[in-house]
């Protein structure tokens, strides 16, 4: 069955120059402005390892969070918290320039856990950054874990289709410091 909202998809640059790209698009979108109910960002999601949970950067500000952990849920995955908030992830990524639209967004990304209790994810995930983040050997000849990406998929296609399908938008939640500052009512 068709969504009730349209789905537009977003390809944006620049992100590590200042949001520069995600910046334009919301200052000068393609669509009506009032018609973005979310952001869903999907950015660098690596998939070396079978993975067990995801990190949902900005979803405990609004009602996302509840759509994002049941699409997670069915897909096998379950939530655990930022495992480097002093990278403040949630303000330093494309998301970020919706959220000062007052527009609710989240970044989901694999978590360090992984299936196999034998793989130490974040080894990986840091080794990877150390190595090959922004190198030549950053390309298709690393280990990819299909089965994840394809679960990872799935959970963001959920998200996606359930909030385009729900009669309300998505909203902050109250108190929320993003929608006290950005929500525009």
């Given amino acids: 069955m068709p ?24 200052n000068n979108p393609v669509v009506p402005p009032g018609s973005i109910v979310a952001n869903i960002n999907l950015d660098m999601p690596l998939f070396l390892y079978p993975v067990a949970d995801l990190v949902a950067f900005g979803a405990e500000n609004s009602t996302l969070q509840f759509v994002a952990e049941a699409s997670a849920q ?43 209790g034998d793989v130490d994810g974040e080894a990986l995930f840091r080794e990877h950054l150390k190595e090959h983040y922004h190198k030549a050997s950053d390309d298709l000849s690393r280990p990819i874990d299909w089965k994840s990406a394809l679960r990872f998929a799935r959970a963001h296609t959920r998200i996606g289709y359930t909030v385009a399908s729900e009669t309300n938008r998505p909203t902050w939640l109250e108190g929320n410091v993003f929608g006290v500052r950005f929500a525009t009512p």
């Fill in 74 to 116: 069915a897909e096998g995955f379950h939530f655990t918290p930022d495992p480097m908030p002093e990278e403040n992830l949630f303000v330093r990524s494309d998301q970020y320039s919706f959220v000062r639209k007052g527009i609710p967004s989240i970044f989901l990304v694999p978590g360090f856990t992984s299936l196999d």
């Fill in 3 to 26: 969504p009730r909202r349209s789905i537009l998809f977003v390809a944006v640059t620049a992100e590590e120059r200042g949001l520069l790209g995600s910046d334009f698009f919301v």
